[in-house]
């Protein structure tokens, strides 16, 4: 399910999106065009690197999104045991209209003002990423346009989800959306499915 709505309430005037992502981007890892990352090989170098993360009981990567281990339990993330945990990287329940309504409520000021939201997307961390083995850009809770937030516009921010779920808002635009998914995908952050949903739906708006 997608969800993708704009505030009726104005939210500065809109700005040209970014150019959109590549439309050869990878599904979950690596630059979204293949290409080499900072200091590091190119896609195939990352995917083997997370390869080799998350089969190593000790790795960061392991110790982090296998605590509590998914895999063990009866559905998976679906177990009500681990629904009832409320596991605060990767616990959210929701519709894509419920996360795509969070996200609105966000850029039209229902939530926080605004100038507190544009103070918690300030830049306060970039570059790799000990655990997802990836770049990262991350204001206060929220990612920013990166290697693992891929998004045709530089003013969105949000985040991307286990199997690719993503929830974005941006204020420049308007626009809030969401995509959840029926089955979990292999991703551990973001696919090119939410990838091309969000260029479809920057593609319709206004120029």
């Known amino acids: 399910p997608v ?3 704009q505030p009726s309430t104005g939210t500065g005037a809109p700005a ?3 150019a959109p992502a590549a439309a050869g981007a990878s599904d979950g890892a690596g630059a979204p065009d293949g290409s080499a990352r900072p200091g590091g090989g190119g896609a195939g170098d990352v995917l083997a690197e ?3 993360a998350a089969l190593d009981p000790g790795s960061l990567m392991n110790r982090a999104l296998g605590n509590p281990s998914m895999r063990l339990l009866p559905g998976g993330a679906n177990n009500p045991v681990i629904l009832r945990a ?3 990287a990767a616990g959210v329940v929701t519709t894509a209209r419920g996360l795509a309504g969070f996200y609105r409520a966000l850029i039209a ?3 926080l ?3 507190t939201l544009r103070n918690a997307l300030q830049p306060r961390v970039n570059g790799p990423d000990r655990v997802l083995l990836l770049n990262t850009s991350f204001g206060l809770g929220y990612m920013r346009p990166s290697m693992t937030f891929v998004t045709p516009s530089p003013t969105a921010f949000g985040h991307s ?3 690719g779920s993503i929830g974005i808002g941006d204020p420049e635009r308007g626009l809030a959306i969401a995509y959840v998914m029926n089955k979990m995908a292999g991703a551990v952050t973001g696919n090119l ?3 091309r949903l969000l260029q479809a739906a920057y593609a319709s708006l206004p120029q």
Request: avoid cysteine.
């Open 16 to 18: 040209a999106a970014g």
């Open 50 to 52: 997370m390869a080799r």
């Open 3 to 5: 969800e993708a709505t």
């Open 161 to 163: 989800g286990m199997g």
């Open 193 to 195: 499915r939410g990838i």
């Open 86 to 88: 409320g596991w605060p």
């Open 109 to 111: 000021g229902d939530l």
């Open 113 to 115: 003002r605004q100038e």
